[in-house]
DNA sequence: TGCATTCCTAGACGAACGGTCTAATAATTA
DNA sequence: TAATTATTAGACCGTTCGTCTAGGAATGCA
C-alpha cells in the first residue's frame, strides 16, 4: 500500500567512509538477548532501531508496520533485530519505553518551569504540540494515543504500560496545578487528580482529531476549553 | 493471537432445514460488484458481513483483522466476500457507513428526544454509553475513533470519511445546543458549533481511555466537566 | 423445457510477513 | 596468536492475507 519513497536507504551504518561498518556499534556495551536487568547501556544500533520504531509506529501504528520498514529505515539486517529483541512485541514495548522516557523529560520541563506562571505553562506546551504537528504535516499523532486505541485493552502487556505511561503524565500536570493552587491561580477546592485526568482525556482526543483533519484548531479548541475550566471568569 | 473460542461456526447459512442454502440469499436484490449507483437493495450475505466488521474492526481495528476473521464468524466463504466487495479496503468504507447509519439514527433519537430537556440528553446519552462499553467488557470502543486513530491521515479515502461522519455528528448535538439555547439553559452567546466539536474531540479521547482502562470513569470524567461548561454554576 | 445470463460459492494461489536459523565477521580476552 | 564473545548477514520456513479463476445455483426468456 502507501509505500512512500522516503526510505533513502542510508549507506548500512553511517561511520567515517574507510572505517569498517562494525566498528561503529561496537564500542558500548550492549545489552544482549533480553538482559534480565532493568537499565542496559546504550547501544547505538538498538537505540536507532527504537528511535525509528517512534516514528514509524507513531504514523503507521503497530500492526500494520512490518519489521521490515523498521530495518529498511536504519539500514540494519534481520539478524541484528532479532539480537536486540526477541519478538516484535518486544519491540513494541522498547518503542513505548523509548518515546515515555523522551515525553517524561520534555513534559518535566514544560510544565515544571518555574520562570512561568503555572497555568501559562499550558499554553507553552499547546504552541510546542502545535509545532510539531505542523511539522510532520500532521501525519504523527501521539504513540500512547495510537497504541492505546490500537489494542485497546486486547493486548494486557501494552495496556498496562500505556496507562502507566498515561498515569505518569498525569502527575506531571497534577503537580503544575498543584503549584497553580499554591500560587492562587486554581481555586483551593479543585480536584486536582481528576483534572489532570481530564486534560489527558481530552487531549489525546484532540491530537487524534487534529490528525485526522490535518488541522491543529481541535488542539486549540480542547485548550480553550479546558483552561476556562480552570480559571472561570 | 487472540484467538477468543467464540467462533461457534454458523452453519454455513442460517436457513429452515430442508431449505437449500442459496435459496436464502438470491431472494433479495443483491448488489453486485461495485454498483455505480448509491443505495443497492438489502442483502442478507453482505449486511451480515458488514455486520460483522463492525463488531470485529471495533474490537480490534482494521489492520490486524484479517478477512478470514470475519468470514468464519458469518459462516461464508472468501469467494463471496470479493463478491460483494471488491476489497478489503472497499469493505472497511461499507463498514464505517454501516456504523454511522446505525449511529446516526441512535443519536438522533437520544438528542432529538423532545421529551427531555436539551441538556439532559447528555445524561442519558452517557448512561447509554456507559452501559453499551460495559455489555462488551470495555474491549469495543467507537469505530470511527479507531480506524480515526489508525489511519490518521494516512488513507485519504478513510479519513475523509471519518471527517464526514464525525462532523454529522457534530450537527445533531449543535441542534441539541441551540435548542438548549431557546429553553434558556444554555447562553444566548455560547459558540454552539465550537462546543458541539468540543464534544466530540473529548468524548473519542474519553471512550479510547475508557477502552483502555477497561473503565466507564474516563467518560464520567469528561461527561461532567462539559456540562459544567455548558450550564456554569 | 432448454439455453443464456446473472448471481453467488468454493477454495487454490502467490506474495508478504513474522520469526528462526546457520554462517560469517569483528571485538575482546588471554 | 588463539579462543571466546558480540554482532551482522540474509536465506529460509510456516502462516496468514488478499486476490483470482472456475464452476455451481438461480433466474429470465424463448
Not at 9 to 34: D, N, Q, S, Y
Not at 69 to 74: N, S
Not at 197 to 218: D, H, N, Q, T
Request: charged content about 25%.
Amino acid at each position: 500500500m502507501g509505500d512512500s519513497v522516503k526510505s533513502a536507504v542510508r549507506p548500512a551504518v553511517k561511520v567515517p567512509p574507510g572505517t569498517l561498518p562494525f566498528a561503529a556499534a561496537a564500542v558500548g556495551e550492549c545489552e544482549g538477548r533480553r538482559p534480565r536487568g532493568r537499565p542496559a547501556g546504550r547501544c547505538a544500533t538498538r537505540d536507532d532501531l527504537v528511535q525509528a520504531g517512534i516514528g514509524i509506529f507513531t504514523e503507521q501504528g503497530f500492526a500494520s508496520t512490518g519489521i521490515d520498514a523498521v530495518l529498511r529505515e536504519v539500514g540494519v539486517p534481520k539478524g541484528s533485530f532479532y539480537h536486540y529483541f526477541a519478538s516484535k512485541e518486544e519491540f513494541g514495548l522498547a518503542v513505548i519505553d523509548g518515546y515515555a522516557r523522551h515525553y517524561d523529560d520534555k513534559l518535566a520541563r514544560q510544565f515544571g518551569d518555574a520562570r512561568i506562571a503555572p497555568l501559562d505553562r499550558f499554553g507553552g506546551f499547546l504552541v510546542e504540540a502545535r509545532r510539531g504537528m505542523r511539522k510532520h504535516g500532521f501525519r504523527k499523532g501521539c504513540l500512547v494515543g495510537n497504541l492505546g486505541q490500537e489494542f485497546g485493552c486486547a493486548h494486557e502487556m501494552f495496556a498496562k504500560r500505556l496507562a502507566a505511561v498515561l498515569k505518569g503524565w498525569q502527575r506531571v500536570v497534577g503537580a503544575c496545578l498543584r503549584e497553580a493552587q499554591a500560587a492562587g491561580e486554581l481555586a483551593a477546592t479543585a480536584d486536582v487528580d481528576k483534572l489532570a485526568k481530564l486534560f489527558w482525556i481530552g487531549w489525546e482526543g484532540a491530537v487524534m482529531r487534529a490528525r485526522l483533519e490535518r488541522s491543529s484548531r481541535p488542539l486549540d479548541i480542547f485548550m480553550e476549553f479546558y483552561l476556562a475550566q480552570l480559571r472561570p471568569t
